[in-house]
């Protein structure tokens, strides 16, 4: 028997008994679809594969995607918007880093120093997600595809477009950032 | 099965074994009448719809409404007093938050950085809960309606005033805040 | 079922699983009497009615009474002694507080900053529990009455003195504080 | 039921079923032997009874003795080899403290701040146990007796010599202390 | 029974029930497998018999070997590369180290502070693991011996090079360090 020990949406720590090890990442979607959590987030955020961007289901770590009346794409997680980044290739003398997706939201005077990422200039920022490299996990996909999940239908990888250059987070929209729809 | 984490009105570290998920919620609110809370306040506070503050179940986070002796709507946590606050809309160029309603107290010398959050001059406080925007959840409400719970009834939404201009907090009367009854 | 988590005498974390929320504070009593805690005391201490400080069961939070050589009322909790002090009512425009004992001690160099509390001049002390106001509850006192405990019978609420004008801590006698009795 | 929580050698969290309280501190014997340990070192050292030090059972708390290529008697504690240091009793104005045997290591930079404790000079040192004063506890003494323990046999309490004056810790052999064998 | 917890792959906190004490290691190695770790890094790192090093199961510690593409062994370890490292006896007046092999990378500005240890100059790194002195311990092997675990075979101990001079770490190459393969 195994057991896993949540936080629920209403911040309550909850320990559910799972059966078996490979019935728990189902169980991991059962409540995380109500937002419950297991863990912290990473430093640095949670590292999955590019290529399992374009179908992650985010219920497994207790998020949700969300259109913002921007049209913008976005991932609640604990009360926190995160916006969607695409950040190129580097291929420098010094260092080398393949094409990612990030999802990050700028820093809030609450969050603690060792979440905070710097940027160029004074802006800070906090990483929920990034994906890069690696190869696809099935089991990180939404079961029977993207469909039904999100507000807009997520492009195939095929579809992806090249990223665009590595952009600087958007100090100005920052605020927005973090103001998350219930 | 399941098994919530409480700390209890006399700080010991309680498990309550859990026989099903629907099951939970009426568990928070029979040891939350104790005082009993699971899971630390996040930080910011806790965030609800506006539409479920004039019937908040206040069990549920082991919290109890009091009148204080000035007649003040208040909310007791963990031994602490809460000021009802309304905040009205903010629809600037900068930045556009719909109207809220905050339960929050002055910082103590106590409370770490984290929780504190700084105001118009030098004040910080630290708030429970912040009621703002989405849809109405059936299942924070006092079961059976408002009657009962608290001091005075509490005015429907309908009823509620248009909200006051977001006030700053009021520094003179932080330190009384701070003193709960037992 | 219920279980409790406590630290044992040997700083062990131990859980024991308890039948029913009745029989909890019996628990607690039961390991108590043995030095074993559970949970924190709380920043700025446990906070108790006045009218339970005289046959208070120190058991309930794993701390016991002790008459030092000179013949001083103090508490033991987790190796470290409390003295007892009496702080009268405050009645000024500025704020008012009921009359409160408390048991605290000189802070060490050890302590953690968000415990020690600052006083008259450069002196800090950390504090277990303030009895206050509120209303007494008799599940916190001795079963049976105060005979028994403690080194010298505790008097009655009737027959408590007048409290002495609150006291600044003794900055002199402060080292002692610390030195309990094994 | 009763359930103990441990850090193995290994650094693993592993919770251990017991039967009943009395037998918690065989539970204890046995995985400490094997250098599992369970809850931090309090603040300032453990604390026993100066009675106890002579035939202390230090698979209690995880640890064991080691005599180093010197022939000092020292104790092993998660990978830390601490030094036994005796502290005669002090008797002034301002202080009076029983004597005491104290076992110590230089701090390393990478120990927190608040389990470092200043000496003489900049020197720093941690304490994983004191033994002084109180009442002897048969039951933190080596099962039968002190034999096969440890790598000399320790003197009896009435054996034991005059402690030497109060020793500052003796900085140079510091870097030392802190070279445990595996 | 026992009850050991594990923070996933995905960062869960999720407690897998042992039978028996002497399966505890299976299930380490079971779940370490697939990136699973319990408890912490120790600070300094995982403290492991140099005659352990060749044949070491990292699926102990929830780590795998990984050979970059620069053909350097080293071993991913919850997201983080650490390079092996080899550092020769120190004999000196001062101090006396026996051979070692260590695994760190650079240190990371999200690092925590109590895990930075200070190098040469300004450079700061983190170790996962060292392997010195002591007496080789058979449960730490690789079941059946090293064949099939890692990317290339290791050396027998007898075959191990003569360490070359204790290295500074390479802070050019340190940003690399800290660049994991999925």
């Known amino acids: 028997m195994l057991h896993i020990e949540f936080l629920t949406d209403l911040g309550a720590k909850v320990t559910v008994d799972v059966d078996s090890a490979d019935k728990l990442l189902d169980v991991q979607r059962q409540y995380g679809r109500l937002g419950w959590t297991s863990g912290q987030v990473p430093v640095g955020g949670y590292q999955f594969p590019l290529d399992n961007e374009h179908d992650f289901d985010w219920t497994l770590i207790g998020a949700r995607k969300w259109t913002n009346p921007e049209g913008e794409e976005m991932v609640i997680h604990k009360g926190h918007a995160y916006r969607r980044r695409e950040l190129e290739a580097v291929d420098s ?11 990050s939201r700028g820093a809030k005077s609450t969050d603690p120093d060792h979440l905070r990422e710097k940027s160029d ?9 990034i994906f890069r490299g690696g190869k696809r996990q099935e089991r990180y996909a939404i079961p029977g595809g993207a469909q039904g999940q999100g507000s807009r239908s997520a ?25 998350a729809p219930f």
């Open 93 to 103: 003398r010094k260092m080398k880093l393949p094409a990612a997706v990030k999802y």
């Open 121 to 129: 200039g004074e802006f800070e920022y906090v990483t929920l997600a």
């Open 155 to 179: 492009p195939s990888a095929a579809q992806r477009p090249a990223p665009a250059p590595r952009p600087a987070p958007r100090p100005a929209a920052a605020p927005q950032d973090e103001e």
